[in-house]
């Protein structure tokens, strides 16, 4: 019998070189159940934005003869001293707010919206949205955040900015029902118009701004929308538990209740933060949800604004992914995903009265897995595996706060940062190579941002674009 | 009237060179009441290991002249797009320990201490203490921690590796009462000898374990050897409410109490965690402790083991001093204050279920002055003074993660990291250097470490150094 002739010689495809070739890493992959396993001295094959292989290198290399490469690239990175990962999700960020970063500090949620945010918003411009959500990106790809969900205004702007960066986006304009049918018809119409754009990396989504800002018709056309057009919502609910008891007070049912009652757990939907759900009443609608609900935790604001963190645990059990988050930097301080990641592993514990739960490997799952899934990409990213997106950081971990290493993945959640990652990479391209920037000028911005923020920030005119009842 | 005489002229002191000249940095500096007050484009002089001066360059440079620098020095940082800090403290960490990061995770207090940590620390050699020690070196140098007080086993390695170092530390002994009187005399004979070495660089103290591994007529000899030699005393009590409920129900006192029978608060006292404090009961005695006696919280761990925090609001009422600490990197994970002083500022408000509380610049008054003083150092260190030791660390705030600014004291707790750290100088000597350190070697430490590892996680002997009942 004749061997069959090898893969190089039958596939024109592994005959071309590849893009990019990632050796000598450790590479974190999911086994068949989605358990982690980590490949040492592995290399990473990425061609036409996709990743082609991870293999450890001994096979890779098999039957190639000494001295000879296992593939040819056009681009190569030595991994050696770092750890491959899925390049981290930002499920839930209004990233030109970093404009406001510490702006308004130490304060409860009503008076930060209605006496701080809300005003200064109402002085917004394109502009401002573009410088925003231009330095964001920089600080996100620093961070090892390959993907950001975003939801906020002007969002043609955060589009363009995500094209120019490199980075995938999942975009959603945010509306109100104060501002009329306008606003829905104003998301639906950058939904449709951009989803696809910037060769694909740019996902749409409808975002109306929450329960207690969209009202209950409004709420049920989004799902109509959606239902229609083949989209995510994505949108906050039960932000706290004061929300959650304002809700019931107002009309007997709880944010998810109304969620359901509109229709929206029936349909892909992205729940914001859900600190204040109510575990008796709220995982029984989730668990009838028959479209893919999933939730973002963004667990620094909730301990900034001494909130209850989200009930992971819960939602687990109901089978609801929950994906890391840092919401925006206005609130947060920071859009560092991996922080959120240390913080979710050690808020989770305290939370649960369990030192044993939220392990470093389910921290880990949530970056990964569940992130991609919360943003409706739980095929495309989220895994270091043949057919994905080359949506990859590598992390270093030399430095003298990591080593020694006894546990991989605790030396990742708990001692690692994000300023370790050194290299990100999106569609195969690189963005940051040993934490240079390749496409955002950061001074640039940051001066050019500085000249807006005055009247940026200036309060006197007694505006607010909204009111915060919760 | 004839003008005096300029300092420079008169002051032979004044008319040598300085050793070193900070300039173009934004100084965290302290006013009369201790409220921090950031002095723009600052010009920090140094001279034999002292601050001479911090003052607005606009003030240094008075008198002199066009392109006449204020001061002549042997060394120049430009300190342009960096905030100089009074250098941080870890008040509370095992160095050592760094060598078992990530070997025992996701556990409960018992099982870390009874089923990991104590058989494994029966395999301590003097080798892995130094080596761990000195990989700890590193890492604080890098997080801008400038002296750490360390607790534990084979202190003349520490001290050592302290010298060579070129940190500042307060170093213990620690010893059980398990060990008989020779634990205690150890610890004596340690403090002794190794005070006021390496350039003054290194005090030391008493370091009896804690009150449920240190007997009561142990812990009053303590206090009657501190009082005689004027020392601190740093010791671990209530680390959790566990802890107090046993003392109460052994013998019907918490462990503050047993700290002030035994004579404890009558002397210097650095009080590791107090997790587990009865406020009740505690704060009166606290308040009548005629030593000065301040606290150390580590928050990181006190999350993973799903511990109560400390309640840092209840002892400020009571004029104890909290200073910022990272325990060791076996529970704790790193050796970063940075993260310390900013869980402390969210845990805190999380705690108090008030988001106004534990303000950004209430956590830089934990991580400078606060610190200080709980460590014994209150009047050398802590704050950027003239008189005060040069122990300075520069940080950078043009990252993407830090701009832009609109509260610079939100900034460096909330945004920045101890990877923002640039430059760390002790006494006036530069560690770290644009994030290179000076006096380290990792990459052989590393290895040194690592070739001792498999012997030292050896439990198969079944001993273990103590065991931890709480």
């Known amino acids: 019998m004749t061997p069959p002739p090898g893969p190089a010689a039958s596939d024109p495809a592994r005959a071309r070189p590849a893009d990019l070739l990632i050796t000598g890493c450790t590479a974190l992959t999911h086994g068949p159940q989605g358990a982690i396993v980590f490949i040492d ?10 990743i082609v292989s991870v293999t450890a290198s001994g096979a890779a290399t098999a039957g190639t003869g000494p001295g000879v490469g296992p593939e040819r690239a056009a681009e190569h990175i030595d991994g050696r001293g770092t750890v491959a990962l899925p390049g981290l999700v930002n ?3 209004h990233t030109p707010m970093v404009a406001l970063r510490g702006l308004a500090e130490d304060l409860p949620a009503h008076a930060w919206f209605n006496e701080w945010i809300w005003p200064v918003e109402s002085n917004l411009t394109e502009r401002v949205v573009r410088l925003g959500a231009r330095l964001a990106c920089a600080e996100m790809i620093r961070g090892g955040v390959t993907t950001f969900a975003d939801h906020y205004f002007a969002m043609d702007a955060v589009a363009d900015v995500t094209e120019e960066s490199g980075l995938r986006a ?21 939904a449709l118009r951009r989803r696809g754009t910037a060769g694909g990396r740019v996902t749409t989504c409808l975002a109306p701004h929450a329960p207690y800002t969209v009202d209950d018709a409004d709420l049920a056309a989004t799902a109509g929308l959606a239902r229609e057009h083949g989209l995510l919502v994505h949108l906050h609910a039960a932000e706290n538990r004061e929300q959650t008891d304002n809700s019931l007070a107002r009309h007997g049912r709880t944010p998810i209740e109304v969620l359901e009652q509109a229709g929206l757990l029936d349909v892909d939907l992205l729940i914001a933060h859900a600190t204040g759900l109510d575990t008796a009443r709220d995982l029984p609608a989730l668990r009838r949800a028959r479209g893919r609900v999933a939730v973002a935790t963004a667990p620094r604001g909730y301990l900034k604004f001494a909130w209850d963190t989200t009930p992971v645990r819960a939602l687990r059990e109901a089978g609801i992914p929950v994906g890391l988050a840092t919401d925006g930097a206005a609130s947060n301080n920071t859009l560092d995903v991996w922080e959120s990641m240390t913080l979710t592993a050690l808020v989770q514990k305290h939370a649960e009265h369990d030192p044993t739960w939220l392990t470093a490997r389910q921290a880990l799952d949530h970056a990964t897995r569940q992130s991609a899934r919360a943003v409706g990409l739980g095929e495309e ?6 057919g994905r997106r ?19 993945a605790a030396t990742l959640v708990h001692s690692a940062r994000s300023a370790d990652v050194r290299t990100s990479v999106v569609d195969g ?13 950061v001074p640039q911005t940051v001066r050019e941002l500085g000249e807006l923020l005055p009247e940026l920030i200036d309060r006197s005119h007694g505006r607010r674009v ?3 009842e919760g």
């Open 41 to 50: 001295d592995a290399t990473i094959v990425v061609r036409d934005g996709l």
């Open 91 to 93: 499920c839930h960020t």
């Open 170 to 190: 999942v975009l959603g304009q945010a509306y109100f029902s104060s501002q009329g049918p306008e606003g829905r018809a104003a998301s639906l119409d950058f």
């Open 381 to 386: 990213i989220g895994s270091l595996a043949a």
């Open 390 to 408: 080359a949506d990859i950081v590598l992390v270093d971990v030399t430095g003298p706060h990591t080593q020694p290493v006894h546990d991989l």
């Open 429 to 441: 391209r690189v963005l940051m190579r040993d934490r240079e920037l390749l496409t955002v000028d």
């Open 466 to 468: 909204q009111e915060y």
